[in-house]
């Protein structure tokens, strides 16, 4: 296994890992699945900044991660938001784990000091969403503050939205300036 930063011409495997989320899960609250022009203008839209990672074995991709602005406004620059999507059928294999590790060394070498994940909540779990996202982000050592309550809309049912976050540096009184993501940094071989 080895993880490196996304390609353009990734776009289209990570759509396939992807699309099955948007289909028959509520953990993502999009409803349509993306165009993969759309996707790998996502993927490159995020690259100009931050990190966009995947984990591959054997040249498939099993996992992928990145973070974008918290919120577009500069003081929130030290605050990311975190995503991650497993292929199905591999989650709880320490795949995603992997990606936030490096998500995070990453964003430490950006000086990045907030990491927030936006989570689909289940009000009462279902078949399309249950706790295990929350409870990922837990085990890595993410915090519950917040829940909006029945805030998203899908498969003719409610769901909430919980923000979870973890500190992974000290807020100084003069903070470093931001550095734009370098896959060279964790992936020599990128």
């Not at 022009?37 to 993927?43: M, Q």
């Not at 030290?78 to 591999?90: L, P």
């Not at 990453?106 to 779990?125: D, F, G, K, W, Y």
């Not at 917040?146 to 769901?159: M, S, V």
């Given at each position: 296994m080895r993880i490196r930063a996304a390609k353009r011409e990734d776009a289209q495997e990570l759509l396939e890992l992807y699309a099955p989320y948007v289909e028959k899960t509520a953990i993502t609250f999009e409803v349509t699945v993306p165009s993969v022009e759309e996707f790998a203008g996502r993927i490159l839209q995020t690259l100009q900044?931050?990190?966009?990672?995947?984990?591959?074995?054997?040249?498939?991709?099993?996992?992928?991660?990145?973070?974008?602005?918290?919120?577009?406004?500069?003081?929130?620059?030290?605050?990311?938001?975190?995503?991650?999507?497993?292929k199905m059928g591999?989650?709880?294999?320490?795949?995603?784990?992997?990606?936030?590790?490096?998500?995070?060394e990453t964003s430490r070498r950006q000086h990045i000091l907030n990491m927030n994940a936006c989570i689909a909540s289940p009000v009462v779990e279902d078949e399309y969403l249950t706790r295990n996202s929350i409870d990922f982000h837990e085990h890595l050592g993410y915090?519950?503050?917040?829940?909006?309550?029945?805030?998203?809309?899908?498969?003719?049912?409610?769901?909430?939205?919980?923000?979870?976050?973890?500190?992974?540096?000290g807020h100084a009184a003069s903070p470093k300036p931001i550095l734009t993501f370098e896959p060279q940094w964790v992936f020599p071989d990128t």
């Amino acid at each position: 296994m080895r993880i490196r930063a996304a390609k353009r011409e990734d776009a289209q495997e990570l759509l396939e890992l992807y699309a099955p989320y948007v289909e028959k899960t509520a953990i993502t609250f999009e409803v349509t699945v993306p165009s993969v022009e759309e996707f790998a203008g996502r993927i490159l839209q995020t690259l100009q900044r931050y990190p966009y990672i995947v984990a591959e074995e054997n040249h498939e991709i099993l996992g992928y991660a990145y973070t974008g602005p918290f919120k577009e406004r500069a003081a929130y620059d030290w605050a990311v938001e975190t995503s991650i999507y497993v292929k199905m059928g591999r989650t709880r294999g320490g795949i995603g784990k992997m990606l936030y590790t490096s998500l995070e060394e990453t964003s430490r070498r950006q000086h990045i000091l907030n990491m927030n994940a936006c989570i689909a909540s289940p009000v009462v779990e279902d078949e399309y969403l249950t706790r295990n996202s929350i409870d990922f982000h837990e085990h890595l050592g993410y915090a519950l503050v917040g829940t909006f309550h029945q805030c998203g809309f899908k498969f003719g049912r409610w769901y909430d939205m919980v923000w979870m976050e973890k500190i992974i540096g000290g807020h100084a009184a003069s903070p470093k300036p931001i550095l734009t993501f370098e896959p060279q940094w964790v992936f020599p071989d990128t």
